[in-house]
């Protein structure tokens, strides 16, 4: 079997004096799908943005790609990275955020090119051509000169998926996607996830959207109090959960 | 319940004779206010067509006057080069007070502390004076050889002394207002900047300071109108602007009105032209918010929700 595209081992994380994270261990293949859910609180949105460096992590490692995420190891030391390590480093993940996060003084398209020029030095003819066939790919060829006041929450997620497909990443990060939506838009933001699905994309989507789950994921975890309490195929998680605390959070939920 | 007078009160069988036009409330205060406020007009320009004291000839006279002139020549050339130098140094100081590293928000911290509690005044006459106290620059290496030596004086004529005190002294304050700028903007900006791989700094050019000039720019023009009257302050190292133009001349014929009459009418032209200067880069700012929607073509329309 190949390498998995992530593998987090014993990871710890802490603010202050409260540990958020008390040792997740947790491989991810490449092209599966996973969905993380669990109570607020139990650590699964920082565990998300550990997986990007966002938030540093105090203990373990995560590895992506081969690459250990943050830091570097050296005759047995862990040093941190520079800066614009992490920075190139997060440029083979994509993050798409609660509140989309759009650029609003960019347009659609800006939103868009605005890593690939200034931080990948492509042309802006090429970035904006790679754009269009990436607001094509969201359905949204036609809002190209929008700005995101301009546009529905629901656009303004694809736009914000295109923006993070547009640096070509090896794996896509979701935190709640459509948590922040109104109901009628949470279709259209979970349509274009299953086509990145389908295409093959590695996700780790952290949502409360069970149904999404169970038609899309090929494995669903389940946090709790900042540990893995179980996880495996969808099918076993939602429908004959082991742990009494899993089964508690899906008795509310569903 | 409580129901309020009932004379303003529909009831219920009450039937609307015009087909149900709505009259908007009217306000006859308003009205009252103009016509006050027309008559106040008329009565000011009545003073000062008719009064003689006012010698509006000698305005006329002195408005483009070789030394006034000068003076406002100066007067634009020292708020133009100072407000450059406070935006550029307060950017980086305003950065560096909010930047993690603690040397360089110590330092920032110790920069806007010292230049917003020392009086301008006195700061001026500290860069015109700076030859009494170092009379010689030395570049070269600390307590070693010493590569080249300027005389002090040569290096800060009166110009630049003046550009130093009102510069250094904005720097501090724009700091400031840069920093709540960058602080008004959402942290999921900077976060979805690191996100796509974004440095700090391509993060700050791009896509925090953009933002950032939309809430600093009212109290950016606020400073730069007052600059343009703090910078009389600059008689003290012998600088003669505008102002202290007209001053010098009515201290010769003592005709004190008409000549502030004459710097006033300057100073409201240039703050008239600075507010237009404003209002123009606020709306280009707030085009993404405010601006109209783009049209879509029939030919390029998807079958997509708005």
Not at chain 2, 158 to 167: D, E, M, R, V
Request: with cysteine; aromatic share 6%; net charge neutral.
């Amino acid at each position: 079997m190949t390498e998995p595209l992530v593998r987090a081992v014993n990871v710890r994380k802490s603010f202050g004096d409260l540990e958020v994270l008390r040792g997740i261990d947790l491989e991810i293949n490449r092209g599966e799908v996973v969905c993380v859910l669990g109570p607020s609180g139990s650590g699964k949105s920082t565990f998300l943005r550990c997986i990007n460096h966002l938030d540093r992590i105090d203990k373990g490692e995560i590895w992506v790609d081969g690459h250990l995420i943050g830091y570097r190891r050296a005759h047995g030391h862990t040093y941190e990275l520079r800066p614009h390590e992490i920075a190139a480093q997060r440029r083979g993940i994509g993050m798409v955020f609660q509140k989309f996060n759009l650029f609003p003084h960019r347009t659609a398209l800006e939103n868009i090119t605005e890593a690939p020029i200034f931080v990948k030095r492509q042309s802006k003819a090429d970035a904006e051509a790679r754009a269009h066939e990436l607001l094509e790919r969201v359905n949204l060829g036609d809002r190209a000169d929008f700005y995101p006041a301009q546009l529905s929450g629901g656009q303004q997620q694809r736009v914000a998926i295109a923006r993070a497909l547009a640096l070509d990443p090896t794996l896509m990060l979701f935190d709640e996607p459509t948590s922040a939506l109104d109901p009628e838009l949470v279709g259209e933001v979970l349509d274009t996830m299953k086509d990145l699905a389908s295409d093959g994309m590695t996700m780790i989507v952290v949502t409360h959207e069970i149904g999404f789950a169970r038609e899309v994921a090929d494995r669903v975890v389940f946090m709790d109090g900042g540990v893995v309490v179980e996880h495996g195929p969808p099918r076993q998680v939602l429908d004959d959960p082991q742990h009494p605390r899993t089964r508690g959070f899906l008795a509310k939920v569903i | 319940m409580t129901v309020p007078s009932t004379s303003t009160l529909t009831r219920a069988n009450e039937q609307p004779v015009d087909g149900g036009r709505i009259r908007p409330v009217r306000h006859p205060g308003q009205w009252i206010g103009v016509a006050a406020i027309l008559v106040a007009a008329a009565l000011f320009v009545q003073f000062l067509v008719t009064n003689e004291k006012l010698r509006l000839d000698l305005v006329a006279g002195y408005l483009f006057e070789r030394s006034v002139m000068r003076g406002l020549v100066l007067t634009l050339e020292l708020t133009v080069v100072a407000m450059v130098l406070g935006i550029v140094l307060g950017t980086v100081l305003a950065i560096m007070r909010l930047s993690g590293n603690r040397v360089l928000s110590f330092v920032a911290s110790g920069y806007i502390w010292f230049f917003r509690g020392t009086p301008i005044l006195v700061q001026l006459l500290f860069w015109f004076f700076l030859g009494s106290i170092l009379p010689v620059i030395n570049l070269g290496i600390p307590f070693g050889p010493t590569f080249v030596e300027i005389p002090t004086n040569v290096l800060i004529s009166q110009f630049t002394a003046a550009i130093l005190g009102l510069g250094l002294n904005e720097a501090a304050y724009m700091a400031e207002i840069i920093r709540a700028g960058i602080k008004s903007v959402d942290p999921g900006q900077s976060e979805a900047a690191e996100a796509v791989g974004m440095s700090r700094m391509l993060a700050y050019r791009r896509i925090i300071l953009p933002q950032a000039s939309r809430v600093v720019l009212p109290p950016i023009a606020n400073n730069t109108i007052s600059m343009l009257k703090l910078s009389s302050l600059v008689i003290v190292v012998g600088l003669p602007e505008l102002l202290t133009a007209v001053q010098l001349i009515y201290s010769r014929n003592f005709q004190q009105i008409p000549l502030l009459i004459v710097a006033s009418i300057w100073y409201l032209l240039l703050t008239t032209i600075l507010t237009i200067i404003q209002v123009r880069i606020e709306r280009r700012l707030d085009r993404s918010v405010t601006g109209p929607r783009p049209v879509i073509r029939a030919a390029e329309r998807q079958g997509t929700p708005s």
